[in-house]
């Protein structure tokens, strides 16, 4: 129904009530920071940085504020040290999706690395089992409170170890059970996609889709690789895509002159999807600031562009959040925000029709209503 006083305005609030999609976030990088304290008590970590729920909070945004990846991905080893049981994966999952669904988020591809979650004797499958039973029963938690939310898994290899092929196979395995997608992740700088060749092309034979994190914390070689070497169908922050531009001055808002690479141009032709994450960019330096990311350039040169949080934890944020750091830094209205909605839904792993579902029944008229 349109808003008879035209266009709400965009705060907090409203940006909350938006329907987003979400499309890359780490589970791992997402726990509410009482749930930390509480799972380390249960299960007798005893490596926590904090005793108390702002401490803890605080130290993971100060010190994954490092201004370097390998330094923020130090972080997530009290996340990960928490998540070793069935009953921590299920919980953390369970509370990732009402989480979410609080955020207004409708649709959501969260990922974690099953290879980390195997200290304490659990098996590959057993990982996932406890992770899918805990979006499924987050999902019929959030549909009971009236936020209904659609959450898929995708199943991350570290790219510093040996398992992808063993992972990409895991993902297979679990793709009719909610596993949509793979990915690699962890630090960048000499660990190149095509390490893991044989990963994708596992993936590709079977048919089945994934993204690859590239030019995050290393250049234009990571995504043309990503691209060309192992045919990612998303990519993972892609930032980097920005130094195969000319003619634009950084920070500027004059467009017209800029010239595309052949990489870049590959990137927008193709609508490869860049999974953007603005204030994770910031933390580990990827970007400067927020006013100096190329996410702006990006979608006013129609790259398919998309707004994800990354880890919410680590980044102190939410999708919502997100937004409103956009809207600010850039300008954007409601048209803008639901463009990059769309973008998003049209980009998931999940069936064509499923997508178009979501996008004509939910994110269409949840837009129409903001937009007035
Ligand atoms: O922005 C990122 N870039 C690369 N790797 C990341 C990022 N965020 C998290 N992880 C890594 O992915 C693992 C599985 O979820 C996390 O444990 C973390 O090591
Ligand atoms: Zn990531």
Not at 28 to 52: H, Q, S
Not at 74 to 86: A, L, Y
């Amino acid at each position: 129904m349109a808003n008879p006083v035209g266009p709400t305005p965009i705060d907090l609030a409203s940006l909350k009530r938006a329907p987003k999609v979400l499309l890359h976030d780490h589970l791992d990088g997402g726990l509410r920071p009482a749930t930390v304290l509480e799972l380390a008590a249960e299960t007798g970590y005893a490596n926590l940085p904090a005793t108390t729920e702002p401490e803890l909070a605080a130290w993971f945004r100060d010190a994954a504020d490092s201004g370097s990846l390998v330094k923020y991905l130090e972080t997530f080893e009290h996340t990960v040290g928490v998540m070793q049981t069935p009953e921590a994966l299920a919980r953390v999952a369970r509370e990732c999706a009402e989480d979410l669904a609080a955020d207004g988020v409708v649709y959501a591809e969260v990922r974690f690395a099953p290879e980390q979650h195997l200290q304490r004797g659990l098996s590959l499958d057993e990982v996932m089992e406890a992770v899918l039973a805990g979006f499924a029963s987050g999902e019929s938690a959030a549909r009971t409170a009236g936020r209904p939310i659609v959450v898929r898994c995708l199943v991350t290899a570290m790219r510093h170890a040996a398992r992808s092929r063993e992972i990409a196979e895991l993902t297979v395995r679990w793709r009719d059970r909610g596993a949509v997608g793979f990915d690699i992740a962890g630090a960048e700088a000499g660990f190149p996609p095509s390490r893991h060749l044989d990963a994708f092309e596992y993936m590709r034979d079977h048919s089945a889709p994934f993204t690859i994190h590239a030019g995050e914390a290393f250049g234009l070689p990571s995504i043309h690789e990503a691209l060309a070497f192992c045919g990612c169908d998303r990519l993972g922050h892609g930032v980097r895509i920005v130094d195969d531009i000319d003619g634009v001055e950084p920070g500027s808002a004059d467009f017209a002159g800029a010239r595309l690479g052949r990489v870049a141009a590959r990137v927008r032709d193709a609508r490869i999807p860049l999974e953007m994450c603005p204030s994770s960019n910031v933390q580990t330096g990827a970007v400067a600031s927020l006013e100096e990311h190329p996410f702006n350039l990006l979608a006013q040169l129609r790259f398919r562009v998309t707004v994800n949080t990354d880890n919410r934890l680590m980044s102190d944020t939410t999708m919502s959040k997100e937004m409103l750091k956009l809207v600010e830094t850039f300008g954007y209205g409601w048209t803008d925000l639901q463009r990059f909605t769309i973008n998003a839904m049209k980009s998931a792993f999940l069936p064509f029709d499923e997508r178009l579902a979501i996008i004509d029944e939910t994110i269409k008229p949840g837009f129409a209503v903001l937009i007035g």
